[in-house]
């Protein structure tokens, strides 16, 4: 009951002093609201990269290996792998009859096309060229209908398995199944819709893509080389010893000699997480290092504050001790106040933050779970109380009789 | 058993480099129901004794018995209560928040004691009443005369009922007339059974009481009944 009474004393004081005097308020808590914006967007976009890339990352099973031309994060030596020689879709063929470790190796080509049907045309879209080995390594499923299946792509036959996004913009509520449709002016029969995967990193959709039989493909644009050779393994424990058997396999097609490098890359969802785990690093580091260096200088501008608020106030603690405040009440007093600055600057802060998430979305992914706007607050509450206690404590401890004399 | 017993009280400020002894030993008792004034000279030891009765303050050594208990062996915190519970402080410079209208400088000590708003509320109202100040409940203090300030002060005193109202020159600095209309507030909380004692310079304050406790250097000169007393007529 007591508390309660003198938390609500000390609420009531605190926002009178704060209104009191709105401009030394509102400078003393620059420092705090730069920090909560700057611990607040850096937990936005972290949040939201994670969400994206945990959608992402699905796609891209931990047991399948990429065999590719290209590594995933080249970095500066890009000029280095520049001059490779493409992968061979007929590899997929030898690596299949080689490996003891793959369990399905699909040959993957893609070209950008138009998709007509009737008067409804889609644009730019992705084909890709496959087998029926895809479906168990490229990790998705089929919504409706099926996969193409071994037989249809030996005989090259015109079907096509079509992404959620395609069915959806094409054919609206018309079953896609069994109807034909026109890529780059080719008949094609759609024989399957595979399921919404959204968004690859939250930038590139994974679902307006389209499907064929990669002999189809070859036929429609020969002069699209550079294969993605996709490795599904057994088993997980036995990735490295798989990645090891599939660059022997592939140094004996490309004919290397043992003291050449190699000239292609192995690539494996790993690649991606240590990738995505430097970006977080970064952003949290440099996140972390605006926070505190800001939440020091803020919390160091309301300690200050607080000291001159405990100064000009002298004479009211005074007062209050001889009405019967206890060092506790005044401690609380003061305490609540530098808090509530603390807190008002929270509050600001993340409201810019949230203004600002707008704009940072347009590069990377943010994401506001209510955690992290509590955690601001709770930052914010952390700072008040860390910087109020000791002009608190002060005050809390002055001497009555001394007090009440102070001019 | 007495309200008040001080036993031996000394105080003694250390200034490093000199020590001054405000208070040499002070015996005294006061009796629930008493009026007494403390007089003496500048710098004899008057703020000093009263500070240290109103538990603001702690003596250097000595014993000083509040309603029987042993005061100068409290902690901070049960200071604080005798504070808020037991005394009723008025100050010469008044000493109110400015910020806060009178009821909410009234209900300061109930703040502190725990009583819940309306209650609160209830009996700070009732104290300005009493004082005469129902229909100025939601000035502030620098929209009130310097009688008026000094009334919500003793409302703030008498706020609690505590067994003591202390008031270290009350009308020190008010004019003759508004002083009077003080004092007349004082005789009336007397005659209802509080206990009063109050500092003064002058003698004609002095006489609104029973009895009269000189100070000189730091201890008591002398300690009379006051056979003429004056009692203040009201308005
Ligand atoms: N905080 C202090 N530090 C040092 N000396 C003090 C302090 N407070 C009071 N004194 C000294 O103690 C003595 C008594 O002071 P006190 O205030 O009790 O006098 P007083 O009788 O109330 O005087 P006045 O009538 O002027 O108010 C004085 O000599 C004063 O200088
Ligand atoms: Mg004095």
Known sequence: MGFLLQLQESLKIALQSIFAHKLRSALTTLGIIIGIVSVTLMNMTIEGLGEAFRSSISAIGADVLYIQKWPWFAGEDWWKYRNRREIKISYAKDIKERSTYAVAVAPTVFSRSTLRLGSNSMEN??????????????????????????????????????????????????????????????????????????????????????????????????????????????????????IEELRGIMRTLRRLKPWQEDDFSVNRQELLLNAYNQTVGVIGAVGLGITVLSLIVGGIGVMNIMFVSVKERTREIGIRKAVGATQRAILMQFLVEAIMISLLGGVIGLIFAVILGFVVDQILPTSLPLWVALLSIFISITVGVISGIIPAYKASKLDPVESLRYE | MPLIKLENIVKIYDLGAEKVHA?????????????????????????????????????????????????????????????????????????????????????????????????????????????????????????????????????????????????????????????????????????????????????????????IIRIRDGMIESDEKVVDRIIAQKG
């Open chain 1, 125 to 242: 879209v992705i084909v890709i060229g496959t087998t029926d080995e895809f479906i168990y390594t490229a990790g998705v499923s089929v919504e409706f209908g099926r996969f193409m299946s071994e037989v249809e792509v030996k005989a090259e036959r015109p079907v096509c398995v079509i992404g959620a996004e395609i069915a959806e913009k094409l054919f609206g509520n018309v079953n896609p199944i069994g109807r034909d449709l026109k890529i780059a002016g080719r008949t094609f029969r759609v024989v399957g819709v595979l399921e919404k995967q959204g968004k690859f990193l939250g930038l590139e959709s994974l679902d307006d893509r389209v499907y064929i039989p990669i002999g189809q493909f070859m036929r429609m644009f020969p002069w699209r080389t550079g294969a993605t050779i996709t490795v599904k393994i057994k088993n997980m424990d036995e990735i490295e010893e798989a």
């Open chain 2, 23 to 211: 208070l040499r030993g002070i015996n005294l008792e006061i009796e629930k129901g008493e009026y007494v004034a403390i007089m003496g000279p500048s710098g004899s030891g008057k703020s000093t004794l009263m500070n240290i009765i109103g538990c603001l303050d702690t003596p250097t050594s000595g014993r000083y018995f509040l309603n029987g208990v042993n005061v100068s062996e409290l902690s901070d915190n049960e200071l604080a209560r005798i504070r808020n519970k037991e005394i009723g402080f008025v100050f010469q410079m008044f000493n109110l928040l400015p910020r806060a209208d009178a009821l909410h400088n009234v209900e300061l000590p109930l703040i502190y004691a725990g009583v819940p708003g309306d209650l609160r509320k209830k009996l700070a109202r009732e104290a300005l009443e009493q004082v005469g100040l129902g229909d100025r409940l939601h000035h502030k203090p620098n929209e009130l005369s310097g009688g008026q300030r000094q009334r919500v002060a003793i409302a703030r005193a008498l706020v609690n009922k505590p067994s003591i109202i202390l008031a270290d020159e009350p009308t020190g600095n008010l004019d003759t007339k508004t002083g009077n209309e003080i004092l007349a507030l004082f005789d009336e909380l007397h005659s209802r059974g509080n206990t009063i004692i109050l500092v003064t310079h002058e003698p004609d304050v002095a006489r609104h009481a029973h009895r």
